[in-house]
């Protein structure tokens, strides 16, 4: 089926900020985080930015290739808040096809393809350079719907309760993906 853009979503533009203080790929509470920021496209895609810092190296001065999976697994994981569907990554191919240098910005850009009940197939590439630079890397996904309780089940008590407690309601709902 066609993904359905949720008529909450953000404006075609908008930033779509972290989604939670602590998570590795956006949270601003991350030292050594990506800090990735993606911004609202049209229909079910978005567009972002990370840029690749020292303490996110593999090889010398270059990019580590799981940091560039969190990278995209990020930013199409950012896809489901334009669904307002709460998901996790199920599967995720990714191919790299040219080194991400360290002080590169990498320029993301990812689209939901379909939803089938509770699979929501995406896609995303990473380009150098701008954001019609060469291609870097390239990941297919699935990510699977799920209810909260699935963060509430699995998650460490200590950091469930900090994010249930938050006395900001959008920042409370959006650390589990649901609609506030
Ligand atoms: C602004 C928002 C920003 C958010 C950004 C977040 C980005 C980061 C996202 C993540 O990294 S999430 C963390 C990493 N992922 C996980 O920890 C998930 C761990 N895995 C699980 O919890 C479960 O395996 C999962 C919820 C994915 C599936 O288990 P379920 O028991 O709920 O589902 P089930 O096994 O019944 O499968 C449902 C459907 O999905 C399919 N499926 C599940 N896993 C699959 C897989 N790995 N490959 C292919 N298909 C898969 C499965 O075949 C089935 O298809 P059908 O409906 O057609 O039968």
Redesign the pocket.
């Known amino acids: 089926m066609k993904p359905v853009r949720h008529p909450d979503a953000p404006a075609p533009g908008d930033p779509?900020g972290a989604?939670y203080e602590h998570c590795f790929?956006?949270g601003p509470g991350q030292p050594h985080g990506l800090h990735l920021e993606a911004r609202a496209g049209e229909g079910v895609a978005l567009t972002a930015e990370f840029t690749v810092q020292p303490a996110h190296q593999g090889a010398p001065g270059l990019a580590h290739g799981g940091v560039l999976a969190t990278a995209l697994?990020?930013t199409l994981?950012?896809l489901?808040?334009l669904l307002r569907t709460v998901a996790?990554?199920?599967?995720l191919e990714t191919d790299y096809v040219r080194p991400v240098p360290v002080g590169t910005t990498l320029h993301l850009a990812a689209e939901v393809t379909a939803v089938a009940?509770?699979?929501i197939y995406s896609r995303a590439v990473g380009r150098l350079d701008g954001p019609d630079g060469p291609v870097a890397v390239r990941a297919d996904a699935?990510f699977?719907e799920?209810k909260v309780d699935?963060f509430i089940d699995h998650g460490r008590p200590e950091e469930i309760q900090a994010a249930m407690s938050d006395p900001d309601q959008v920042r409370r709902a959006?650390a589990f993906?649901v609609n506030p």
């Open positions: 779509l989604h790929g956006c697994d990020e994981g950012s489901n808040w996790v990554t199920g599967r009940g509770r699979k699935l699977v799920v699935h959006r993906e």
